[in-house]
């Protein structure tokens, strides 16, 4: 299943399993293990992801099974570096970018990606204030 992030607001655990290639298990027990990592809970504690958990998540999944850091390392990693949360949290992946094991743009696709998505944002903006006028 793929999900184009930017439609949805909000993911169920089973789709950010999907999305991450995670077990949802793991998703639960990284809740615990790091305090930065909360979804929102709605109707009756259901687990609710939105983009800036799903960047976390994969930089958590980076840091863990690419760079080899242990949890212990990750934790202390994420404490020391706020930077690199807020790299990873503030970073947008365009409406049309469409996740299937795929991460965020970086470096030279960056800039000219964020001149399309404004573009984007204006267009559909002005459909919006049409449609209400």
């Known amino acids: 299943m793929k999900y184009p992030l930017g439609q949805k607001l909000y993911f169920s655990i089973s789709e950010v399993a999907e999305i991450t290639d995670l077990q949802p298990y793991i998703l639960r027990t990284w809740e615990k293990e790091f305090t930065c990592l909360r979804p929102r809970r709605l109707r009756g504690k259901n687990r609710a992801y939105r983009q800036r958990d799903i960047n976390l998540i994969l930089l958590i ?7 080899r850091f242990t949890i212990q390392g990750v934790r202390q990693k994420l404490k020391n570096d706020t930077e690199l949360i807020k790299g990873a949290v503030g970073r947008e992946w365009s409406e049309t970018a469409v996740v299937d094991g795929a991460s965020p743009p970086t470096g030279a696709e960056t800039g000219r990606g964020e001149q399309r ?11 919006i204030l049409r449609l209400l006028s």
Do not use: A, D, F, H
């Open 61 to 67: 999944k980076r840091l863990l099974y690419e760079e």
């Open 117 to 127: 998505i404004i573009e984007e944002v204006k267009s559909q903006l002005k459909e």
